[in-house]
């Protein structure tokens, strides 16, 4: 009980927004996961590149931010890897990107 009263009082505990902003952002970092079977067509390459920047930037806050946020950090880390996966199925679907084997082929 005294280990509970310790976590719920902290200063990362339920009671702060170091707490409940975290698991909000685990929503961005579901929907992407959800996005992974949509056709790379359906992906807008500014929304994924805005959300790369944002994450970006919120993983050094996570870092900085006293007492360190390591459930933001963790958050917005693999929301970071779901959009740089989205981006490049993106950047392959618009014809940015492409295998040094196709290009090996074509010749």
Known sequence: MA???A??????????THFWGPVANWGFVAAGLADMKKPPEMISG???????????LFMRFAWMVQPRNYLLLVCH????????YQLSRWAKG??????KKEKAASQ
């Open 3 to 5: 280990a509970f009263r």
């Open 7 to 16: 976590f719920l009082n902290s200063p990362v505990g339920p009671k702060t």
């Open 46 to 56: 500014n929304m994924t590149a805005a959300m790369c920047v944002y994450s970006a």
């Open 77 to 84: 880390v693999s929301n970071e890897t779901v959009q740089l």
């Open 94 to 99: 618009q014809g940015l990107l492409s295998d």
